[in-house]
């Protein structure tokens, strides 16, 4: 009796750095997407959200939508997409730490 109470607070306890890694790896690929964000509408795209609208080259539409998934925090999405707009263009990808 006493170990199915133990039990699955020692398997919560085992998974906790996990989880914690988990959520620090998440930080650094929001802060890796944003970086790549910043390149692409520094040098390519334009800003929805600036009242400047400046187009500086032709802007991949499914780029701007990974920029608005890299705001969503949604990563994993975006990274790939911005990777393949900037290497494309010439530009030279941020350093990931």
Known sequence: MRLRIVWPFLAALSLAPTMADAETLRTADVA?????GDIYLRYIGRDESSTRKIVRRSGDLGAQVAL???NARDAAAAIPVL??????NGLALPSRT
């Open 32 to 36: 890796y997407c944003q970086a790549l």
């Open 68 to 70: 608005t998934k890299c």
């Open 83 to 88: 990777e393949r707009e900037l290497i494309a």
